[in-house]
């Protein structure tokens, strides 16, 4: 077992194990569209100079299809960058660089099983869909980003009709049609693949459309384009909620008219992982940087890990706007 091999092991063994498990040639697991979509200059941190550098000696089947995947405006820079001396640390900077960048993203394309065993065990404070049942019971529902359907399915157990789960990653949404299969109602949820900035719903076609920690303010996980995209698909005098939103978004939700709510906490909220196990995997592979959850583990000997020593902020709080229809200002995506 894994919690067996590390007792005992020394700090520096254990620090040896915090590394991204990615390669270079991992972003060969992308479609077209989604790395057309991440390699737009400056999305996720990401600009053409960088993705040269650390596509420096990649295996010739990666470079051609990233080069195919730049724009028309990237791709003279891309290949003169490439082309360009650097040292061995250099390039090895540049490619730690872009795959720490795109960790999540590949994680969701890549290993959408293991993201599904840390996901899991994150609870939502009960109250937030309490809260929010008046606007889904008996409403058509949008969970965007909705990942395995965590809130699709909170959305089904609190009455919706009916929940469109758009999720732009096909393993993730494997996971989500495997447990529609063994759910009382499932036809009452629809997975479809998607993206913030170009949902597959037709004009004011839902009555409440929400996102749970994945809507950021950055164009490339949302921002302008995917607020956009939520007024277009949801009816006037629905409500656009996003749950768990970051703390460094909330300013930026301010000004474009969410009200925040926090709920009241009874207790410390925790991740409550499957196994011992479980959580240590999870510790090496998604919280690289705060090596306080390994030696919390290590030291409690239990699988439930409080958000305080994750050193992330616990699931009790959302933001939410009403849509009026004239306040919409950007044109119809093309689909």
Same mark, same amino acid.
């Given at each position: 077992?894994?919690?067996?091999?590390?007792?005992?092991?020394?700090?520096?063994?254990?620090?040896?194990?915090?590394?991204?498990?990615?390669?270079?040639?991992?972003?060969?697991?992308?479609?077209?569209?989604?790395?057309?979509?991440?390699?737009?200059?400056?999305?996720?941190?990401?600009?053409?100079?960088?993705?040269? #550098?650390?596509?420096?000696?990649?295996? @010739?089947?990666?470079?051609?299809?990233?080069?195919?995947?730049?724009? /028309?405006?990237?791709?003279?820079?891309?290949?003169?960058?490439?082309?360009?001396?650097? &040292?061995? &640390?250099?390039?090895?900077?540049?490619?730690?660089?872009?795959?720490?960048?795109?960790?999540?993203?590949?994680?969701?394309?890549?290993?959408?099983?293991?993201?599904?065993?840390?996901?899991?065990?994150?609870?939502?404070?009960?109250?937030?869909?309490?809260?929010?049942?008046?606007?889904?019971?008996?409403?058509?529902?949008?969970?965007?980003?909705?990942?395995?359907?965590?809130?699709?399915? @909170?959305?089904?157990?609190?009455?919706?009709?009916?929940?469109?789960?758009?999720?732009?990653?096909?393993?993730?949404?494997?996971?989500?049609?495997?447990?529609?299969?063994?759910?009382?109602?499932?036809?009452?949820?629809?997975?479809?693949?998607?993206?913030?900035?170009?949902?597959?719903?037709?004009? &004011?076609?839902?009555?409440?459309?929400?996102?749970?920690?994945?809507?950021?303010?950055?164009?490339?996980?949302?921002?302008?384009?995917?607020?956009?995209?939520? #007024?277009?698909?949801?009816?006037?005098?629905?409500?656009?909620?996003?749950?768990?939103?970051?703390? @460094?978004?909330?300013?930026?939700?301010?000004?474009?008219?969410?009200?925040?709510?926090?709920? /009241?906490?009874?207790?410390?909220?925790?991740?409550?992982?499957?196994?011992?196990? &479980?959580?240590?995997?999870?510790?090496?592979?998604?919280?690289?940087?705060? #090596?306080?959850?390994?030696?919390?583990?290590?030291?409690?000997?239990?699988?439930?890990?409080?958000?305080?020593?994750?050193?992330?902020?616990? /699931?009790?709080?959302?933001?939410?706007?009403?849509?009026?229809?004239?306040?919409?200002?950007?044109?119809?995506?093309?689909?």
């Amino acid at each position: 077992m894994l919690a067996d091999s590390l007792n005992g092991e020394s700090p520096a063994h254990n620090e040896a194990l915090f590394e991204n498990p990615f390669h270079i040639k991992d972003l060969m697991v992308f479609d077209d569209d989604t790395l057309q979509h991440m390699l737009s200059e400056g999305a996720f941190g990401l600009t053409s100079e960088m993705l040269a #550098r650390g596509l420096n000696g990649a295996p @010739e089947a990666v470079l051609r299809r990233i080069e195919q995947n730049l724009s /028309p405006q990237q791709r003279p820079l891309f290949m003169q960058a490439l082309h360009s001396s650097a &040292s061995p &640390s250099e390039i090895a900077r540049a490619r730690r660089q872009v795959l720490d960048n795109l960790f999540w993203e590949i994680t969701y394309w890549k290993t959408p099983e293991l993201y599904e065993e840390l996901i899991s065990g994150e609870r939502l404070h009960p109250g937030i869909f309490q809260s929010l049942e008046p606007d889904i019971r008996d409403k058509t529902a949008l969970d965007i980003g909705a990942g395995s359907g965590q809130a699709s399915l @909170e959305c089904l157990q609190h009455g919706a009709t009916l929940v469109y789960a758009i999720e732009p990653s096909p393993g993730l949404l494997h996971i989500l049609e495997r447990k529609l299969a063994h759910q009382a109602g499932e036809n009452r949820i629809i997975p479809r693949m998607g993206r913030f900035d170009a949902i597959p719903l037709a004009d &004011s076609s839902v009555d409440c459309a929400l996102s749970c920690s994945a809507f950021t303010a950055a164009p490339e996980q949302g921002g302008e384009p995917g607020l956009a995209e939520l #007024r277009r698909v949801t009816k006037s005098g629905g409500k656009i909620v996003l749950i768990w939103p970051r703390t @460094e978004d909330r300013a930026w939700l301010a000004a474009h008219g969410f009200h925040y709510v926090a709920l /009241p906490l009874q207790q410390e909220m925790c991740v409550h992982f499957r196994s011992l196990d &479980s959580a240590l995997r999870c510790a090496h592979r998604f919280y690289a940087h705060n #090596r306080m959850v390994m030696r919390y583990i290590l030291a409690s000997r239990q699988p439930e890990v409080p958000f305080s020593v994750l050193g992330v902020n616990p /699931p009790l709080d959302y933001c939410w706007l009403e849509v009026k229809k004239n306040d919409i200002y950007a044109p119809k995506y093309e689909r």
